[in-house]
């Protein structure tokens, strides 16, 4: 999520490291499915794996998260005495607004997007899960986002601001 580019922020996260996912056995199978296959390993996904690893690990990785669970908490905590929402948490570089509703998926989309942010809302639940490397400002284009998809709930009331 770097920004700067006019584009979406995605916080879903990186790229897979497995493969496809065996179909279910039969019911009438008397064999166990054997999972080596499965679980071989691809030298490509492994070698990107163990340089991102190495990159995280000699970054200061604890800090930015430290840092991001900071402003989701400061960002996010107004958001506790709405009527829309039943519970705010933060844990780590986690966020996450649970409505008394289910998220309007179609309308929180649009909402974000104004905001310049793609976020995967599902069920009740509005949440981030940025990079280790995002920006406080766009970290806060995030937040706001999310903020504005609560105020935009039928069920939100005056929120001390």
Same mark, same amino acid.
């Given at each position: 999520?770097?920004?700067? %580019?006019?584009?979406?922020?995605?916080? /879903?996260?990186?790229?897979?490291?497995?493969?496809?996912?065996?179909? +279910?056995?039969?019911?009438?199978?008397? =064999?166990?499915?054997?999972?080596?296959?499965?679980f071989?390993?691809?030298?490509?996904?492994?070698?990107?794996?163990?340089?991102?690893?190495?990159?995280?690990?000699?970054s200061?990785?604890?800090?930015?998260? @430290?840092?991001? @669970?900071?402003?989701? #908490?400061? &960002?996010l905590?107004?958001?506790? %005495?709405?009527?829309?929402?039943? /519970?705010?948490? =933060?844990? %780590?570089?986690?966020?996450?607004v &649970?409505? &008394? @509703?289910p998220?309007?998926? &179609?309308?929180?989309?649009? *909402?974000?997007? #104004?905001?310049?942010v793609?976020?995967?809302?599902?069920?009740?639940?509005l949440?981030?899960?940025? +990079?280790?490397? *995002?920006? #406080?400002? /766009?970290?806060?284009?995030v937040?706001? %986002?999310?903020?504005?998809?609560? @105020?935009?709930? +039928?069920?939100?009331?005056? *929120?001390s601001?």
């Amino acid at each position: 999520g770097g920004g700067g %580019g006019g584009g979406a922020l995605s916080t /879903d996260g990186g790229h897979g490291s497995g493969g496809p996912a065996p179909a +279910p056995a039969p019911a009438s199978a008397t =064999v166990p499915l054997m999972h080596g296959p499965t679980f071989m390993a691809n030298p490509l996904a492994c070698s990107v794996a163990l340089a991102s690893t190495r990159l995280l690990l000699g970054s200061p990785w604890r800090a930015r998260v @430290e840092r991001i @669970e900071r402003q989701l #908490e400061r &960002e996010l905590a107004r958001l506790r %005495g709405s009527p829309a929402v039943r /519970d705010v948490r =933060v844990l %780590g570089a986690i966020g996450v607004v &649970e409505l &008394e @509703e289910p998220v309007d998926v &179609e309308a929180s989309q649009a *909402i974000l997007a #104004e905001h310049g942010v793609w976020l995967r809302p599902f069920g009740r639940l509005l949440y981030t899960m940025p +990079p280790f490397v *995002i920006s #406080e400002a /766009d970290l806060g284009k995030v937040t706001a %986002g999310m903020r504005a998809v609560v @105020e935009a709930s +039928p069920l939100h009331g005056s *929120i001390s601001r």
